[in-house]
């Protein structure tokens, strides 16, 4: 896999402010009720906790899903108010390849967009936005350890698609992708921006690689998968912050 062209900053030593950005209610709710928050709020040990997700787009009813909403969001939650930390956490799409199973959890090491195809020097690499998250790789290791076992460490993959072209699917697997999602590429832009330390954990709804269509097993497994990434949340923001 090439090597990211962008790094964010690393996890600061003290870490007092975290934003926890999920973009469904569906995932959000167990993860609040998991942390014990109120209001949108919740403490981790020293840390405050703050959960921000995009919303409901007022027209359509659905949850604002995508790169663009979540970007939008996380660059308005900025202009407010800068965290220590910004932390990511949802579902995601995993692969069979890889030997993922549905639940399993992916602690993020890097993340890219893979619908970017521009033919123009500089221009392609700057659109592929590839970011080295801010964990160190002793702190990977450790949350690997820590919340194993069924836990991956790597790449994560976003675009606006719930489903994967066949180019897609070539390009996942030349970077040995471990996660597909919709907006942790778009969160790296906007941190990278901020100079905002970010970090990632991820749930397999489905598996990419699968036969079976990606929206069957996302609405299947989200809840199953959601409950298993609320279960590990405080732990993960714990040792991050700690």
Known sequence: M???TFTLPPVPARVRRVL???????EAAPIAQALGATGGRARV????????VPGVDPVLGVDRLGPVH???ALARAFAAERPDLVVNMGTCGGF?????????????????????RVAL???DRLARAHTRLSPSDAQLDALGARLAPGVHIGPASTFASLDATTRELALFRRTRALAKDMELAALAVACREAQVPLAALKGVTDLVDHHEPTHEAFLRNLKTTSDRVAAAAGEFIAMLSS
């Open 2 to 4: 090439d090597a990211p």
């Open 20 to 26: 926890l950005f999920v973009a469904m209610r569906g």
């Open 45 to 52: 040990g020293a840390a405050e906790v703050e959960i921000l």
């Open 70 to 72: 979540a970007a939008a």
């Open 96 to 116: 069979e390849a890889h030997g993922q199973r549905i639940a399993d959890l992916v602690v993020v090491r890097d993340t890219l967009f893979h619908d970017a």
């Open 121 to 123: 020097d500089g221009y």
